[in-house]
């Protein structure tokens, strides 16, 4: 089980993780109502590395993505309940709208995003590749969406 971090402490688990030159792997998203697909991804990454960190979108920032009415749940309850997943080791929220500061700051070995995205459009790959780590990507399940069932609800 994780933790949520402020961003101070974020930083200082990656210090440690490259103290002990483990392999520190990040993805983000608004993660805003979890389903069997946010697992699947999750599952995935935490295969990658030593250490998984993921990033949400603030409250602020879900709704500049997603439009009003989102998010349906608050940033701390999203982060509660990410940092409650074995998989998951450490929780930090970032208010822009893109993850690409946070992932500047802690430069992950290792970038994880869902198989929607192709390497090109990830945000945060050329940092990380010039760092020398690289881009996962994990196929979608089929019919899993967070905004799908928010219209279904």
Aim: hydrophobic residues 40%.
């Amino acid at each position: 089980m994780g933790d949520v971090l402020s961003f101070e402490d974020a930083m200082r688990r990656r210090a440690a993780c490259r103290g002990r030159d483990q392999v520190f792997v990040f993805t983000n998203g608004c993660f805003d109502i979890l389903h069997s697909g946010h697992i699947a991804l999750l599952t995935e990454a935490r295969l990658q590395g030593h250490y998984l960190m993921v990033g949400i979108n603030s409250d602020r920032s879900v709704r500049a993505l997603k439009g009003e009415g989102r998010p349906v749940q608050s940033e701390a309850d999203r982060a509660e309940v990410l940092a409650a997943i074995r998989h998951v080791d450490g929780v930090v929220v970032f208010d822009e709208d893109t993850p690409e500061k946070i992932i500047e700051a802690l430069k992950p070995n290792v970038l994880v995003k869902g198989g929607d995205y192709t390497v090109d459009q990830v945000v945060g790959r050329k940092t990380v590749e010039d760092l020398g780590g690289r881009v996962h990507l994990v196929p979608l399940v089929e019919g899993k969406s967070s905004s799908g069932l928010a219209r279904r609800i």
